[in-house]
């Protein structure tokens, strides 16, 4: 926890709670129903938490934004961004139910009234969205495909509506067809080391009427 307050020193008192509660939430949830592995439930606020937030690095959204969050598994990037942002709405979307039974549960336990969930495959949600995010559920190309026309036409942000996609490695060949692809590595904002290869990949989706 003093992790996440030290790159986010300006957290209310509220959050600081909530982002507390979540060790306990998903350590209790997850001995029910494995959505984080054992390595990682002790690493939590790292691999997870931290790691999620990197997209808070790139961009703060604006009150009244609308998120949806594709392949949320146990509630990342989505939960930890809607502690951050209360004043901004968060859809998240899995089609296995289990993992979104985690997730209903952690959202109720630390009284998150920002936060939607639906079970079903991103393709079947019909809303319009300014950005949509994920952690690494596909490639680029059918990433892109699955979120076709979910991109709301307004723009609020300086960085254009689209994807903000949270992946490792060497990502020179996925994204080559995508030239206005911007690519953030979270190392140049968290200093420890599993941070090194992890990326925050902006690509802007113009809105498709």
Request: aromatic share 10%.
């Amino acid at each position: 926890m003093k992790l996440i307050q030290h790159y986010f020193p300006d957290l209310t008192e509220e959050q600081i709670l909530q982002f507390k509660k979540l060790e306990d939430l998903y350590k209790d949830w997850n001995l029910k129903i494995n959505v984080v592995s054992r390595k990682d439930i002790d690493e939590l606020y790292l691999r997870h938490v931290l790691h999620s937030l990197g997209i808070a690095k790139v961009i703060r959204f604006k009150p009244g934004s609308n998120i949806l969050d594709v392949g949320t598994g146990g509630g990342f990037p989505g939960i930890p961004l809607a502690i951050l942002h209360p004043e901004c709405q968060f859809h998240l979307v899995d089609s296995i139910a289990k993992k979104l039974k985690v997730v209903n549960e952690v959202v109720e336990g630390l009284g998150l009234t920002n936060v939607k969930t639906t079970h079903s495959r991103v393709e079947e949600i019909d809303e319009q969205f300014d950005f949509i995010v994920s952690r690494a559920v596909a490639a680029m190309p059918t990433f892109v495909h699955w979120v076709k026309g979910k991109i709301a036409k307004t723009q609020k942000h300086e960085l254009k509506n689209g994807i903000l996609y949270l992946k490792g490695g060497d990502l020179t060949e996925e994204l080559q067809p995508y030239q206005t692809a911007t690519i953030y590595n979270l190392e140049d904002y968290f200093k420890e080391e599993f941070f090194e290869t992890k990326k925050v990949v902006h690509l802007p989706i113009k809105y498709r009427g």
